[in-house]
């Protein structure tokens, strides 16, 4: 069984599980609070040296970081995954913007705004940049959602996932929505797919923190 | 035949046309100057509307952006993707650790620093983050090395490629890499490989932007 290492208020790691429970893939959850340090740790840090979650214990001592490549990992030969070539390389494309142009913005003001008390005032001097370039990339995404339903082939697919989980995460963290109207809609297309969970889910098989 | 729109100066284009060369694919590339504005034109909007090289015509009609996307898409079926399932996810791994850790920091020092006149007095309040990033992102590679040759299971893969692109260019953009004498080492290896070209290499069929 999978062992996923994952903090619950994180967004990278929401997409792996979201991934997971759609799939009805069982899973060993082991709780993170990068907060209080836990992906800091020697233990953790031998596995993960990068210091981050998401991580997965995909076979028996082979660790997977990157949420993006352990979503694709998991959607290898499932209906998540687009079938045609061209439009699985589209699919990458989409997940290597979020990694690019999403997460280093809507991730950061999440983290400093939405979970770190005193954040605002310590990421002042970035916030503007922030707020600038996720606008920018939710344009894009808002442009592409005018002529489409879905990121790739207008089917859900992980590119959806990948993106969905910050882009659910932005009105919590100063990003006024309102103009953006594909995208709101597209947010609620995803929330409505079978198997679906919120961030607060959490799967049945849950220890602590070594 | 692949048209590739490239930036001869440009990392993320480089990545592209040193697979392209080591993989023997002849293709068309249309050099695009995106400092003489040339990415922002109303014709290569409508080819990739997020404004940015490289961008790949991977079949008549389908332009595929995103350089790692892009890499991943053309050694499909070749030596330069790992052959087992989880090395190819490690081979992914690095490939989005590139484009989150590397790439943001490395490439943005790099293009204001080394490409833009003026760019280091217009960006002198980023530098430092940049800096601060760049090295700790460059530490997780130089430690990866000390035990591993390449990348991913030892061999020289896709994910050496986009990990070179910004790598070799860190000593032009203020990076010391004095002590790390890992990433040295391997950046001498990649330069080593079968078919490798630099950044300076032309294929034959190069075109004007229209």
């Known amino acids: ?8 208020r994180s967004g990278n790691s929401y997409k792996v599980r979201l991934a997971l429970a759609q799939l009805g893939i069982p899973f060993r959850l082991v709780e993170i609070d990068i907060l209080k340090g836990e992906s800091r740790t020697p233990e953790f840090l031998a596995k993960n040296p990068h210091g981050q979650v998401p991580l997965l214990e995909a076979a028996p001592g082979r660790y997977l970081a990157e949420s993006n490549a352990i979503l694709w990992h998991l959607v290898s030969r499932t209906p998540l995954r687009p079938e045609h070539r061209i439009d ?22 999440y983290f400093w705004l939405a979970l ?3 954040g605002r005032e310590l990421q002042q001097h970035a916030l503007e940049d922030w707020m600038e370039e996720g606008y920018r990339s939710l344009a894009v995404m808002e442009n ?9 082939g207008d089917h859900y697919s992980v590119a959806d996932i990948a993106l969905y989980a910050y882009a659910h995460l932005a009105h919590t963290c100063d990003y006024d929505l309102t103009t953006f109207p594909e995208i709101r809609a597209w947010l609620e297309r995803v929330a409505a797919q079978p198997g679906y969970v919120s961030m607060d889910w959490q799967p049945e098989n849950v ?4």
Chains 1, 2 share one sequence.
Not at 88 to 93: D, N, P, V
Not at 207 to 210: L, M, Q, S, W
Request: hydrophobic fraction near 45%.
């Open 116 to 118: 770190v008390k005193g």
């Open 88 to 109: 699985r390389a589209e699919a990458l494309q989409w997940m290597f913007f979020e990694q690019h142009s999403i997460e280093p913005n809507i991730g950061a003001a």
């Open 207 to 210: 220890v602590a923190a070594e």
């Open 144 to 152: 592409h959602l005018k002529h489409h339903r879905y990121f790739v």
């Open 1 to 8: 069984m999978y062992t996923l290492y994952s903090m619950q």
